[in-house]
């Protein structure tokens, strides 16, 4: 995939994964958050928690979930922390990690709280 279709097809990913969080009453708060130390897809708020969403998208959701690398986690636990150092709760404001898997029909499998797995 060019890069181009890639991050067309990425940007789609994320909207439908938005649409999900929205009409499940976890309204999206921001779509790629960027921080110093890295980008994170999604963030949505269920309550006082904040979600940190992120999207893979490949031809099977195992090959999506495959995808995630430690490397990548860490720069996504980077970029959590500074975007709660601005909460009014700063580091103490619940939160959670989630991965939105998407096939290459469009389908979604959500893992709240993936990276506690």
């Known amino acids: 995939m060019s890069g181009e279709v890639s991050y067309y097809a990425g940007q789609t990913a994320e909207e439908a994964v938005a649409r999900i969080y929205d ?3 976890r309204p999206v708060a921001a779509r790629r958050w960027r ?3 890295g980008e994170i897809d999604l963030i949505a708020r269920e309550g006082a928690e904040v979600i940190f969403i992120e999207v893979k998208k490949s031809k099977s959701h195992a090959a999506a979930a495959a995808r995630l690398s430690r490397r990548q986690m860490d720069r996504i636990y ?3 922390s500074e975007f709660l150092a601005g909460e009014p709760r700063g580091q103490l404001t619940a939160s959670r990690f989630d991965v939105a898997l ?3 029909l469009g ?3 959500i893992i709240e709280n993936a990276f506690a797995a």
Do not use: I, M, P
Request: proline share 0%.
């Open 35 to 37: 921080g110093v130390s």
């Open 107 to 109: 389908r979604v499998e």
């Open 102 to 104: 998407v096939d290459a």
């Open 78 to 80: 980077g970029a959590a």
């Open 23 to 25: 009409r499940s009453g």
